[in-house]
């Protein structure tokens, strides 16, 4: 209960409230460490969940007969050891044969190698091998596109449609004016010729703009870029046909609630490990696994702190 009330709110606040409504006392730095604690125990399970198979990884097995698995990932700035530094979120929502919905998060401030394996990891356990379909949904960041082709290559990738449009936008907004009649109406034509499907004509459409000054010139080519690099990933009707969405707005929402709502409150500063280890604990209470988990892996973690003291000690 104690790790439950920590992972929703604040450690001073869950302290409080565990006082004021259960009659349970903890001091806030013990109830910090039994949160991280667990973290940690669970972080270390995810990585032996990765089996080496030679120089490569066997993938875990499926916990979910998924039919449709759909994976999204995104990024939010967290203060860590002294400074902001992107804390990556995962999120991977399974479909069965029946129709259920099954959804389950990541959040790692480890370096993007490590956070492509524990998604890959929390994707197959959700079924993504066994999957009819699989899609990689995300906005146009470079590492998104690296980390789908490395770790998620049979994948469907699809190129968030309302990034795309904020991208039409600005460039709308350079050529005719913020806000004004032009402005809207090239960006509704642009938008809707993406919407439809046409990516090359709507790049045709955006080359044909005459840019004579410096910043025309820059806001053209930061379009034409974005759309030539992302040409594969906008057939936006085969999408729909496939049942399949056109947005990352899913995994924007964890960063928000999982990530911002807990980690970014006034004045907090964190360690990486500290709030990577709060973090695992808060997805599973989000996900709905916190009970079964910690109620299935109690001995697990007794033995496991019991061997964390003593290799403390043979160090010390």
Known sequence: MAV??????????????????????LGK??????????????????????????????????????????????GVMVHTDGDWHETRVGTVRATTADGREHKSSIARTCDLEGFGQDLWRKAHQMGCGQAAVTAFIADGSHWLWALAQSRFNRAIQILDFWHLSEHVGACAKEFFGEGTDPSRQWALKVCGTLRAGLASAALQEVESLPARSQARRAAKHALVTYLTNNLSRMDYPRYEKLGLPIGSGEVEAQCKTLVQARC???????????????????????DGSFEDAFTGQRGGLLAWQVRRKRAARAVA
């Not at 409230?17 to 259960?22: D, G, I, N, P, S």
């Not at 270390?44 to 007969?65: S, Y």
């Open 4 to 25: 439950d009330e920590a992972a929703e709110r604040t450690y001073g606040q869950a302290r409080a409230h565990l006082e004021r409504h259960h009659g349970i006392r």
């Open 264 to 286: 970014k409150q006034a004045g907090m500063r964190w360690s990486s490990s500290g709030v990577e280890a709060l973090l695992r604990v808060r997805c599973a209470v989000k």
């Open 29 to 74: 730095e013990l109830l910090e460490n039994l949160t991280t604690t667990l973290g940690a125990y669970w972080l270390e399970r995810d990585r032996a969940a990765l089996r080496p198979n030679g120089l490569l990884f066997a993938a875990p097995a499926a916990q979910i007969p998924a039919q449709q698995c759909l994976i999204f990932a995104d």
